[in-house]
T-cell receptor
Framework: GAVVSQHPSRVICKSGTSVKIECRSL??????MFWYRQFPKQSLMLMAT?????????EQGVEKDKFLINHASLTLSTLTVTSAHPEDSSFYIC???????????FGEGSRLTVL | AQSVSQHNHHVILSEAASLELGCNYS??????LFWYVQYPGQHLQLLLK??????LVKGIKGFEAEFIKSKFSFNLRKPSVQWSDTAEYFC????????????FGSGTRLQVQP
């Protein structure tokens, strides 16, 4: 099946710094990618929908200036957590939609720890 | 807005036992239904999906799920679990309107003891 890769898988940063997480569709083009956040022992919560070449659509309660999403190409979307705080520590997962079938494929996730 | 409920948070079974994980959703329109599995240290993988047609859906690794529209349910079943089925299982739904973002349940941790 199609492969979605996230990088880095783990990142530790200091409060106030910014962290970029990449999501790549390795063998297919994804016009739409989704970013989720997962807290321990909780469900995946949709943060935003990223469409190639246009602005991301954010879910209610998600700060677009804090979680910057860029979908510059059909194979890459990035999530930048700006001015990170300890409460931003979480597991971030992206998924990419295969254009012709609509099937979704998920990345391995990126665990962010903000000290 | 739609929501998904998985009532079993942690299930412990012995090998060869039968499995049924509950999933209920709330949405009045047409939905697509999914079960995903996340093995320890790995990414989410699709087990099976229902879009339309036969409400009994067969997936990979011997799993199946039944869509009961009147009960808003999509329970996952396996007749005989194996130790390798130890994982986290997520039920997910999206509206059949084109937006295609998934709404996930809280997940069920399955632990199969040898």
């Amino acid at each position: 099946g199609a492969v979605v890769s996230q990088h880095p898988s783990r990142v530790i940063c200091k409060s106030g710094t910014s962290v970029k997480i990449e999501c790549r569709s390795l063998d297919f083009q994804a016009t739409t990618m989704f970013w989720y956040r997962q807290f321990p022992k909780q469900s995946l919560m949709l943060m935003a929908t990223s469409n190639e070449g246009s602005k991301a659509t954010y879910e209610q309660g998600v700060e677009k200036d804090k979680f910057l999403i860029n979908h510059a190409s059909l194979t890459l979307s990035t999530l930048t957590v700006t001015s990170a705080h300890p409460e931003d520590s979480s597991f971030y997962i992206c998924s990419a939609r295969l254009a012709n079938t609509g099937e979704l494929f998920f990345g391995e996730g990126s665990r962010l720890t903000v000290l | 807005a739609q929501s998904v409920s998985q009532h079993n948070h942690h299930v412990i079974l012995s090998e060869a036992a039968s499995l049924e994980l509950g999933c209920n959703y709330s949405y009045g329109g047409t939905v697509n239904l999914f079960w995903y599995v996340q093995y320890p240290g790995q990414h989410l993988q699709l087990l099976l999906k229902y879009f339309s047609g036969d409400p009994l859906v067969k997936g990979i690794k011997g799993f199946e799920a039944e869509f009961i529209k009147s009960k808003f349910s999509f329970n996952l079943r396996k007749p005989s679990v194996q130790w390798s089925d130890t994982a986290e299982y997520f039920c997910a739904v999206n509206e059949d309107t084109g937006r295609r973002a998934l709404t996930f349940g809280s997940g069920t941790r399955l632990q199969v003891q040898p």
